[in-house]
């Protein structure tokens, strides 16, 4: 491959990136980066530095409301070959591109419990290790040994799990705008597979029924009050009289009233007027000031290397 080929499949100019979205929401890159190895990022990196462009790095965008318009920056999606599972004894090393459904079917068929819960999150390793994702049955936390993380200043390091502060959907990772290639976690390998997967169907099940998964959705907009432990942010919605709500194509889920839905071509700003109505009308009613667990690009991200 000669040079301006390999340049041409990592950098493409003026991306549309609603189907990069869940939501199917989102304007233009700039410059969409596809990295496929750490050098390729590295480059990322210095032709973002040279044109003084932010850079943006996303995985599935499952947890994600991408503005509309031009997102002036370099926005960087791990490619193919960082969506890879090695195992090594009992310890398994995912790439940051790795879908979290793919990481635990690898897991079910060795016999390795604790990633059940993994099967209905859409999401990546990467972005699942800086958020430290999770449900009610286990989070990144109770399986993660290390990371390896780029930061803002272009330094990687393999950090082990006590260095990250995971803490409910939430990390030193986030907060520090560094950004993960690779983490590796337990592989205890004592349970029966099938066994895994039966877990595995009734999660995907129980999923199936509660949630909106039939129409383009970001996952819950709001993260559960007190660490995960306090009242359930869908029944707050409900019981303040949002069920849905529309602005546009955008609708407060009917199924679930944690669940924004996109019905076509709702924009960020329909989702943004939800989002807010939300928060405001359950404070009023409740008292209880909702953090929000959707990440807005870019508001909510430190440019990984300004
Ligand atoms: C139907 C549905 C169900 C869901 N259920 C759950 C659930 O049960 N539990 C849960 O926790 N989440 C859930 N989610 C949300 C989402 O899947 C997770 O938050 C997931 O970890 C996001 O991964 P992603 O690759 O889509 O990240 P994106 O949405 O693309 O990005 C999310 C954030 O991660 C950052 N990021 C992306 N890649 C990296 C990287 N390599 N290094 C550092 N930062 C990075 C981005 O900058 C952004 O801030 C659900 C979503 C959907 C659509």
């Excluded at 390896?148 to 520090?176: E, F, H």
């Excluded at 919605?237 to 076509?264: M, P, T, W």
Aim: with cysteine; charged share 20%.
């Amino acid at each position: 491959m000669n040079c301006e080929t390999a340049q041409s499949l990592l950098f493409r100019e003026r991306v549309p990136l609603a189907s990069f979205s869940t939501l199917r929401i989102g304007g233009t890159a700039h410059v969409l980066a596809t990295p496929n190895s750490v050098d390729d990022f590295i480059s990322v990196r210095r032709f973002a530095n040279q044109r003084g462009l932010p850079i943006y790095v996303i995985g599935k965008g499952s947890n994600l409301l991408i503005d509309d318009g031009l997102i002036k920056a370099v926005v960087c999606r791990f490619g193919a070959d960082f969506s890879y599972a090695r195992i090594t004894g009992d310890v398994v090393t995912a790439g940051a591109a790795m879908p979290m459904p793919k990481l635990a079917k690898i897991c079910m068929h060795h016999g390795a419990s604790g990633y059940e819960w993994m099967a209905g999150v859409p999401g990546t390793v990467g972005a699942a290790v800086a958020i430290n994702a999770g449900t009610h049955d286990g989070c990144i936390r109770d399986q993660l040994l290390t990371a390896t993380v780029m930061a803002r200043n272009g330094s990687i390091s393999c950090k082990p799990v006590s260095d990250l502060q995971l803490r409910y959907r939430g990390s030193r990772i986030l907060d520090t705008g560094a950004c993960v290639l690779e983490a590796t976690f337990r592989l205890t390998t004592s349970a029966c597979p099938a066994a895994i997967r039966e877990t595995m169907r009734a999660y995907m099940a129980e999923r199936q029924r509660k949630f909106p998964l039939g129409l383009a959705n970001c996952g819950s907009v709001f993260k559960r009050p007190d660490a995960g432990e306090g009242p359930y942010c869908g029944q707050l919605i409900e019981a303040a009289g949002l069920k849905a709500l529309q602005r546009g194509d955008a609708e407060i889920s009917e199924r679930h009233a944690n669940f924004i839905v996109n019905r076509g071509h709702a924009s960020a700003d329909d989702v943004r007027w939800l989002v807010d109505t939300m928060r405001d009308r359950v404070f009023q009613a409740t008292g209880v000031l909702l953090e929000r667990e959707l990440r807005y690009l870019p508001h909510d991200h430190k440019p990984a290397f300004a």
